[in-house]
């Protein structure tokens, strides 16, 4: 067995290693040498840490072998098992995976995504209007983190009208770090537009799931609510990756004066602040059987931890991982996972940040960062937690 240990590895479950970017410096040794690790720490279950870009994809490619049911996030004991294990279409396997994620796709498509872009639009001039007006105000709330929160409100079918309502209980909710069932106005409210679709489908999300079977039965009013939840959780991680995103064009003034004079980069532009953002920190599995990888045991039940954000910075994939490049060609990044369960939201993200790009480019006429960026205390999720900033408009 080779280096099933690496002492310094049990540094990544500490949240202030992520904060201070030392988790760089601990995955990189990882990647050279220590490419699975086991870890033992007190009130977690035993796991391995997987660092290299080629081993998060293939476990990612393979849900036989690495079960999503148990939970795709590591949890302390103390926080018990997630309410969605087996319900939801993250923390589901094939076959069941494959109904879920049928009866949901078809509104995630890239139709669907041209057919929202002009709300999307119309969204990104409204928060980046009140950003401005309102002086300094703080990039990662009052910009990313809205949009995210009204991209996925109107992709559950949220009407214009509750739409303000609705996302400050979205932010409010998983501000807390809370299940979103916990929060009682936004689960109330969510039960009530249920009702409401129960009675009168329309195009969204939520009728989706309403109307959808899985082995020829209609999904429970639980398994509803907790893939309402799974879709809402998603708005994290998409401002997360918005805000790294603007970080970066601000820390990198001739990548931002390159996007600005060559709009033909957009495309390569989103890909790269995906790949330079991972705001999905990890993605975790569970070993449906043992097996070996890389001379090490892995054994049946045990957790697995795929470090998103060290595959994205791998040398053996990445020529120079550590520059951001918005003109990054080939960029196979994994910020938005791999295989069946990749991000059933990333066409629709895509659309927003090059929606976002395009309009600081035709309608800022100059922005700047005020203060220091704070960064997130977080070993599941990556990002800014603070970006003061002003901007003024054309
Ligand atoms: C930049 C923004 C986003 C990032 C970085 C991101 C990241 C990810 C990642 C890494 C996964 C794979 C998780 C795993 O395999 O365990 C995933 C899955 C998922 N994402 Fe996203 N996501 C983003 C945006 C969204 C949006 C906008 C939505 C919803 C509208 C969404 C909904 C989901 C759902 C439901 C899954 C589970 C899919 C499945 O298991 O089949 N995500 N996302």
Redesign the pocket.
Known sequence: MTHSSYAAADALLDPLTHADGSADDVWREMRDRHPWVRHEPDGYPAFWSVTRYQDVRSV?ADPERFS?AGG?LLRAYVNGEDPGAGLT??LTDPPR?SSL?TILAPH?NERNARALADRLRADVRDVLFRAAESGEFDFVHDVAGRL?SL??AR?LGVPDADLDTAVRWIEEAFAAAKPMTSHVPLTRYVIDLMEQRDKGPSDDAISLLLEGEVDEELLTETEVLLNCE??LG?SE??GL?LAAGMAALVAHPEQWHDLREHPEIQASAVEEI?RWGS??TH?MRTATSDMEREGCRIRKGERVVLW?RSANRDEREFEGPEKFDLRRKPNRHL???FG???????I??RHQ?RILLEELVTSVAAFEQTGPVTPLASIAVNGPARLPMRLALR
């Open positions: 990612y999503s795709v279409l993250a995976h994620r995630f995210s991209l996925i992709l799974n879709l998603a991680n998409a990756s995906l705001s999905a993605s998103v910020a938005l996972g069946p369960h990749v991000c059933i939201g990333q629709m993200a940040s």
